[in-house]
């Protein structure tokens, strides 16, 4: 008997070649047979139901011991909307997602479950208010100690309490190395494994506190962006008397410390 997430794999494997208008080849013995799928995608955003954060969180880090954080955080949403909608999700591929592992194959930028999570947003969400959502979530994950999710079943460490740090910046780079530096554990070891995994289910649990909110109507933004982050992108950002840069992330935590005035910003222009 096929598992649900063979099944899935399955089907995804058939909707990615719908998609991609290619005929989808299964082998059998020594013979190859040639079938072409059907299933289509409708545009987005598909529908969403309100679905139970927690858990979306287990399922999350689970998924993620499978294939790391991206996944983990799609592969969550998707297989919990498919148990209660249906189609799309049950076709949707969510193993393309892999990519996004430890920042793009092992290249260390955005956060895979921050990345996922962008992705569900504009599965699920208009244009408008999935950058609203993403904007609230991004800096959550910024300003927030984290892990605070326990797993029935730790799979890599079980540390009690668990280290908990301030990413202060969407960058899986930043993120970790704070991590690290505040637990004392290595980049590479099965505790800082064990914290992505942990991490992964906070933020999918986050994202479906937020989705949920935006169902019923009542959501509204919590985390602005830091006063200082503010104060540089009065200066540098899109209409200022600069506009040298982009972006919204905390900018102190690679070019300052502890700043909060440019009068106190060493080799800084004076204005």
């Not at 910024?142 to 540390?159: C, F, G, M, S």
């Not at 992108?233 to 919204?248: I, Q, V, Y």
């Amino acid at each position: 008997m096929i598992s649900r997430r063979g099944f899935l794999g399955l089907m995804g494997a058939m909707a990615a070649a719908a998609f991609l208008g290619c005929e989808s080849k299964t082998k059998t013995g020594a013979e190859t047979n040639v079938r072409t799928s059907s299933v289509k995608f409708q545009d987005v955003p598909w529908p969403y139901e309100k679905l139970d954060p927690n858990k979306v969180a287990d399922l999350a880090y689970e998924s993620y011991m499978h294939h790391h954080c991206m996944y983990g955080v799609v592969n969550a949403v998707v297989e919990a909307l498919a148990d209660k909608i249906g189609e799309p999700y049950t076709y949707f591929p969510t193993k393309i997602t892999i990519y996004g592992k430890a920042g793009v194959s092992g290249w260390a930028t955005l956060c895979g479950s921050l990345n996922g999570a962008a992705m569900v947003c504009y599965m699920v969400l208009p244009e408008k208010i999935a950058d609203s959502v993403i904007n609230d979530l991004y800096s959550w994950y910024e300003y927030t100690p984290l892990p605070t999710y326990v797993p029935e079943h730790p799979v890599k460490a079980d540390l009690s309490p668990f280290p908990k740090s301030k990413a202060n910046s969407p960058l899986c780079h930043v993120s970790v190395s704070n991590w690290c530096k505040s637990s004392g554990y290595k980049a590479f070891s099965k505790e800082r494994e064990e914290r992505c995994g942990r991490l992964t289910a906070n933020v999918a649990k986050k994202l479906v506190e937020m989705l949920n909110e935006v169902k019923a109507g009542t959501f509204v933004p919590k985390y602005p962006l830091d006063n200082v982050t503010i104060k540089c992108r009065a200066c540098h950002c899109k209409g200022s008397s600069l506009e040298d840069t982009r972006g919204k992330m905390a900018c102190w935590e690679c070019h300052t410390k502890n700043i909060t005035l440019v009068d106190e910003m060493e080799n800084h222009p004076k204005i």
